[in-house]
Nanobody
Framework: QVELVESGGGAVQAGRSLRLSCAVS????????MAWFRQATGKEREGVAV??????????WIADSVKGRFAISQDPAKNTLYLHLNSLSPEDTAMYYC??????????????????WGQGTQVTVTS
């Protein structure tokens, strides 16, 4: 079993930055891929960033919708995954979730590929 706990969300003004954290515990050695998803009210859950935690230097992918503004990173020593959000806009307002998969993921932005989920952290961006 893997437990994920997100933190770092909050209310910020447009143009500002935030760093979200996801603390990972349990069978961390079993994880292949980790990802950040977000879900705005009335919309489907959207994958925004993915990392292959087993790859050397951590191979990452960033969704086109946030490319150039968001980044994903990890600190293996702290068992923590991060999502760096820059140049935030009101359209980024959503609940942000951390997710993990114990197997190789085929569709990296598909929520169904991930077995473990955190409870989410809310990001609200005001204009």
């Amino acid at each position: 079993q893997v437990e994920l706990v997100e933190s770092g969300g909050g209310a910020v003004q447009a143009g500002r930055s935030l760093r979200l954290s996801c603390a990972v515990s349990g069978y961390t050695y079993s994880i292949y891929y980790m990802a950040w998803f977000r879900q705005a009210t009335g919309k489907e859950r959207e994958g925004v960033a993915v990392i292959n935690v087993r790859a050397r230097a951590g191979t990452t992918w960033i969704a086109d919708s946030v490319k150039g503004r968001f980044a994903i990173s990890q600190d293996p020593a702290k068992n923590t995954l991060y999502l760096h959000l820059n140049s935030l806009s009101p359209e980024d307002t959503a609940m942000y979730y951390c997710a993990a998969s114990p197997q190789i993921v085929q569709s990296i932005y598909a929520a169904k590929e991930y077995n473990y989920w955190g409870q989410g952290t809310q990001v609200t961006v005001t204009s």
